[in-house]
């Protein structure tokens, strides 16, 4: 089957049109944020805007667990309970999420309560502790009925109520920061809205979830599901679950901690300086998202209707991936004097050279595209997993010294030999597991 036969045959079954209506709520999403982010950068300034940077980046390691891992994982029991009509494993299935979203959400708020603590030995300032525990806090009531909401749209088809809802949620929180920065708050009025806005998608989530469970009876209603969820059984779904949320966050993982390490042996400004250029190449990369969510779907079927073909599937996505991410690296990283000039100020432009210093990173950061999806495909997650916490092992410590040593070049040497190497190792082991 042809490359345009595949394409009629996703079209005609709408989930080609699906996946462009998801990605472009998620992509609206993701341009929302990078024209507020922009904005903020220039109204806090390098100093404030770094200090704001590391307490995004110490929320985002300590809220984790509350990640889309499960509920992608549990996407995958719904669908099939739905799709079976089966009221009572529907319900069972929700109850279980929940159960396992309020303990991580106790787990998360117990550590924010270290958070001013850990700012303090980290970077001599403990308020940075204080604004992360906001942020943490905003990221525990985002969670809670949003994971009912997400997982119920999903799994009913309802695609534009999906994407919308992930579009409110990347956008609402990030206005209401800038709102609140406008206002003269600062960094503090950057963290409050951030908290005002999940207040807020908490409420919207809640309603939406309650209006499913009307048009579709499959579904609890709201306040019997909340009774339910003492008594859910955590061992049934547990063992599906972890591995393929574990697998999630470490992408999660390797995207938040650079900028805490860096922010170890450098002033609040230079954290901006390093935030701000692998931002800017992760925006270009996320250009190469839709592939792996094609993926997702391609490499299963193609492992049911002709195995054989899996192996040189994965190589050409692999490796035309790899050329488009040298594409749009190199063309950012041209375009990046004048971007940050007029998108950020004069303020920012030292930026400009780590986005040099990154262009082998992202060059070479197409050839994971395929990663993920293959793992799930072959089974092979917790494989993945192992190869990925050996690199953080080994990768944590010498990063620290290479930006001591080195400053921000040490923290662009460290993601780019953490990402090569992950990608690299997971790729060639990869390819000699499917030419078997």
């Known amino acids: 089957m042809n490359f345009v036969k595949k394409f009629n045959y996703f079209y005609q079954n709408g989930f080609a049109r699906k996946v462009a209506t998801l990605q472009a709520g998620s992509f609206s999403g993701v341009i929302v944020q990078a024209v507020i982010g922009i904005v903020i950068a220039r109204l806090l300034q390098p100093e404030l805007f770094g200090i704001y940077a590391l307490a995004i980046g110490m929320a985002g390691m300590t809220s984790l667990v509350l990640g889309m891992g499960i509920q992608e994982a549990v996407s995958s029991l719904l669908g099939r309970a739905y799709a079976r009509k089966d009221d009572v494993e529907v319900k069972n299935i929700l109850s279980f999420m929940l159960k396992i ?31 992360a525990a906001i942020v943490v806090i905003a990221s525990v009531f985002s969670s809670l009925m949003f994971t009912l909401a997400y997982s119920s749209f999903q799994v009913t088809g309802r695609v534009k109520s999906l994407g919308l809802l992930i579009l409110s949620d990347q956008s609402l929180r990030y206005v209401l920061s800038l709102v609140f920065i406008l206002i003269g708050f600062g960094v503090m009025g950057a963290v409050s809205g951030q908290l005002a806005g999940a207040m807020i998608l908490f409420v919207v989530s809640a309603m939406l979830f309650n209006n499913i469970s009307k048009s579709e009876p499959i579904f609890p209603k709201l306040w019997h599901l909340l009774n339910s969820v003492a008594g859910a059984d955590l061992k049934k779904y547990f063992g599906f679950t972890f591995w393929v949320a574990l697998d999630r966050n470490m992408g999660n993982v390797y995207m938040a901690l650079p900028v805490i390490l860096t922010g170890v042996y450098v002033t609040a400004s230079e954290v901006s300086f390093f935030k701000l250029a692998f931002g800017y190449t992760n925006l270009v990369l996320s250009l190469l998202g839709p592939i792996s969510v094609l993926l997702n779907v391609e490499f299963p079927k193609i492992k049911i209707e002709d195995r054989g073909q899996l192996y040189d599937n994965f190589k050409k996505v ?51 595209v395929g990663l993920g999806p293959m793992w799930r495909a072959i089974n092979k997650v917790k494989v993945s997993i192992l190869i990925n916490s050996v690199i953080l092992g080994a990768g944590i410590p010498l990063g620290l010294w290479l930006i001591k040593t080195y400053g921000l070049f040490g923290s662009v040497i460290m993601v780019t030999t953490w990402f090569a190497l992950s990608h690299f190792i997971s790729f060639f082991y990869l390819v000699k597991k499917l030419k078997k």
Do not use: H, Q, W
């Open 101 to 131: 979203t309020f303990i991580a959400a106790l787990v998360v708020i117990l550590i924010s309560a270290f958070l001013p603590n850990m700012a303090d030995r980290l970077y001599g300032d403990s308020v940075i502790g204080v604004y």
């Open 318 to 368: 692999s490796l035309y991936s790899l050329g488009l991410s040298v594409l749009l690296t190199v063309g950012a990283a041209v375009v990046s004097p004048i971007a940050f000039k007029i998108l950020y100020g004069e303020s920012y432009l030292p930026s400009i050279k780590y986005v040099f210093g990154l262009i082998l990173y992202g060059a070479l950061f197409g050839i994971g």
